[in-house]
């Protein structure tokens, strides 16, 4: 049901108001060049593996925890150069992922 209410991660009622416009802007997907490296590499084996597909598994690289969405959301704000200020969200009520 959610996904009903996101198109490309944005929410619907953005993605078709008149008083919404997108600008595109490029980003670089270390997940998606990892599937992308992988493919090429067996695009140039001469054995053919029918129905092998990938999929992008996430590694946190410092032996510590998965970076948060608000670890995530401040970076962003430093990179554009914002006064970092702590700002209190509330979390999903949902969550993703195994059960």
């Known amino acids: 049901m959610v996904q009903d209410w996101y198109r490309d991660g944005i929410p619907v009622w953005w993605d078709e108001s ?6 595109a802007k490029a980003r670089t997907s270390k ?4 599937i992308e490296r992988a493919q090429e590499s067996d695009g140039k084996k001469k ?8 999929t992008a598994e996430p590694r946190i690289m410092d032996d510590g925890e998965m970076p948060t969405r608000d670890e995530w ?3 962003q704000m430093a990179k554009r150069g914002a006064p ?9 009520s949902f969550l993703q992922g195994k059960k």
């Open 18 to 23: 008149d008083r919404v416009a997108f600008d």
């Open 47 to 54: 054995s053919k593996q029918y129905g092998k597909y990938y």
């Open 73 to 75: 959301l401040d970076e």
């Open 84 to 92: 970092q200020k702590k700002v209190q969200r509330q979390e999903p």
């Open 31 to 34: 997940s998606r060049a990892a």
